[in-house]
């Protein structure tokens, strides 16, 4: 691990270690380097703003303080890529714009030689660009679910048959390649699965939504989970 992304990995522990903190001998076992290596590698983090605590003796250890403003995002070529590659492979996504903007900023903070590398990286990775559905149905969705307001659809089902329904968006799902909005049509009385790709036209209504939880849509696969940003 070079030492960038070493000093990057560092904060995000210290930083999920909370008020316990954690020992440099520990650290040190984690990133497989020295004590000393890894007393200078906080020291390295000190001096670049980053709002470190210590506390000596038996128990102590290392930790970020608790509210403190951080210094700007620092990330790897590697992550920065990661991160374009992720966004660019699934334009239809929900906040798939904001999500590009949101990458936009961080990239604008990277020092100089960090955003040429990642910038000769992402020419290494290409992603087939498939047709998406209308910026405006999906900015209505999103907009939707966000205030938790009716939206008014027309939906082309799979046998052609077009209608016209108010649907309360209760979740989007993603399932081989596609995009779906999961939500109680008052038509049918009953949640429904509506391909994104297949409503051709969205409006947010006045109309708040009656409360239908994600619990109503069943059981989810296996393997599905949500994008909480854990990293689990």
């Known amino acids: 691990m070079k030492r960038a992304e070493r000093l990057h990995a560092l904060s995000e522990m210290l930083r999920r270690s909370g008020a316990r903190g954690i020992s440099a001998e520990r650290l040190a076992s984690e990133f497989e380097v020295s004590v000393r290596t890894i007393k200078r590698d906080l020291d390295a983090l000190?001096?670049?703003?980053?709002?470190?605590?210590?506390?000596?003796?038996?128990?102590?250890?290392?930790?970020?303080?608790?509210?403190?403003?951080?210094?700007?995002?620092?990330?790897?070529?590697?992550?920065?890529?990661?991160?374009m590659a992720a966004v660019s492979a699934a334009p239809d996504a929900p906040y798939a714009d904001l999500a590009a903007a949101g990458i936009q900023k961080i990239l604008?903070?990277?020092?100089?030689?960090?955003?040429?590398?990642?910038?000769?990286?992402?020419?290494?990775?290409?992603?087939?660009?498939?047709?998406?559905?209308?910026?405006?149905?999906?900015?209505?969705?999103?907009?939707a679910m966000v205030e938790q307001r009716v939206i008014r659809i027309r939906y082309s089902s799979g046998d052609g048959t077009t209608t016209t329904r108010d649907v309360e968006p209760v979740?989007?799902?993603?399932?081989?390649?596609?995009?779906?909005?999961?939500?109680?049509c008052r038509m049918r009385k009953a949640v429904r699965w509506f391909t994104v790709s297949r409503i051709e036209r969205a409006t947010v209504t006045k109309t708040a939504c009656s409360g239908h939880t994600i619990h109503e849509v069943g059981v989810p696969p296996a393997n599905a989970r949500p994008v909480h940003g854990r990293g689990e």
Do not use: C, I
């Open 171 to 184: 979740l989007f799902a993603s399932t081989n390649g596609q995009w779906y909005l999961v939500g109680w």
């Open 46 to 83: 000190e001096n670049s703003g980053a709002p470190l605590w210590s506390r000596p003796g038996p128990g102590g250890g290392y930790g970020l303080t608790v509210g403190a403003s951080l210094p700007p995002v620092s990330l790897s070529p590697a992550q920065a890529v990661a991160l």
């Open 108 to 143: 604008d903070v990277l020092d100089p030689g960090t955003r040429a590398r990642a910038d000769e990286l992402a020419h290494r990775v290409w992603v087939n660009k498939l047709p998406s559905s209308s910026r405006a149905t999906r900015s209505a969705l999103e907009e």
